[in-house]
């Protein structure tokens, strides 16, 4: 690996604060994370936590955490509660696996959306007024709809209750970009930042959740001519390499140039908007 190359992937994982899996106390690390949800909301003067889950591990994990951090503030705070939110389009084809999530959490209240219509319509609105516009591309920009619609939903649900939405990127999404902007990638809250994919699947199970929770294969599900799309399949990228990168683990030359091509492609992303006379910065995440 040529240095320049060398300092740039180090550079980029000083921003995103990576630590290593080996030695890691996982009791700790749900400690630090359920604190940090505790003490955010507190300061905040809010009372709730809003997350949609999915039946994936990254909102099964973010949830669970809410929850913790929900039952510690009632102490003090009999009215702290955990709104998990479903979110659905249509009929979802893994919704068994929302519903295991679910009850894995138990949280204190289920509220479910359906965004079908409000996607729909919206959607139909734009692209009518657009006929060059290809059918997959449309689909895809669709999906990214879907995303945003989803926070949307998400930010009601917290304002009405006096709350706060709570996001499930993480390191592997962050250094990918692997998000919807304003979609997904909103929130006021990351308790998974600084975790690798594999990392998050670690804390499943430290979590108590079943092997088959913590190893469901990753897929964003946005995109209706091609469901349950693997992550994977659409990144380019195995988790294991992108997880090894992060790590500091290897890879060959070429991955990691693609990586930092990857990362700097989509900084954007990850910054506040652009002004006039600024410059992008990595955003605030805390």
């Known amino acids: 690996m040529s240095k320049e190359l060398y300092m740039t992937a180090g550079r980029i994982l000083e921003e995103l604060g990576v630590q290593p899996t080996e030695d890691r106390d996982w009791g700790m690390e749900i400690t630090k994370r359920v604190t940090f949800l505790c003490e955010t909301i507190q300061s905040a003067g809010r009372s709730t936590l809003v997350l949609g889950i999915s039946g994936g591990v990254d909102s099964l994990v973010a949830g669970k955490l809410c929850q913790l951090?929900?039952?510690?503030?009632?102490t003090n705070k009999p009215e702290a509660r955990f709104i998990a939110v479903r979110l659905p389009y249509g009929e979802q084809v893994d919704e068994d696996a929302a519903q295991a999530a679910l009850q894995f959490i138990d949280p204190d209240r289920i509220m479910t959306v359906d965004i079908k219509p409000s996607v729909d319509a919206l959607h139909a609105a734009v692209v009518v007024n657009d006929s060059e516009i290809s059918l997959e591309r449309a689909d895809f920009e669709r999906g990214?709809?879907?995303?945003?619609?989803?926070?949307?939903a998400q930010y009601?649900?917290?304002?009405?209750n006096n709350g706060l939405v709570v996001g499930t990127?993480?390191?592997?999404?962050?250094?990918?970009?692997?998000?919807?902007?304003?979609?997904?990638?909103?929130?006021?809250?990351?308790?998974?930042?600084?975790?690798?994919?594999?990392q998050v699947r670690r804390l499943a199970s430290e979590l108590g959740a079943s092997d088959e929770m913590a190893?469901?294969?990753?897929?964003?599900d946005l995109e209706c001519l091609r469901p349950q799309l693997a992550d994977e399949d659409v990144l380019g990228f195995s988790y294991d390499v992108i997880d090894d990168f992060l790590e500091f683990k290897g890879g060959s030359d070429d991955q990691v140039r693609k990586l930092v091509a990857q990362y700097e492609k989509t900084q954007h992303k990850r910054c506040d908007p652009l002004a006039v006379m600024g410059a992008f910065k990595p955003a605030d995440t805390q």
């Open 169 to 198: 990127d993480h390191n592997a999404e962050a250094v990918t970009g692997f998000f919807t902007k304003w979609g997904d990638g909103a929130c006021d809250l990351l308790p998974l930042r600084g975790l690798s994919k594999r």
């Open 144 to 152: 990214n709809v879907k995303a945003r619609v989803r926070m949307t």
């Open 215 to 220: 190893g469901k294969p990753a897929t964003a």
């Open 156 to 160: 009601e649900i917290a304002a009405l």
């Open 69 to 74: 951090a929900a039952d510690r503030m009632k």
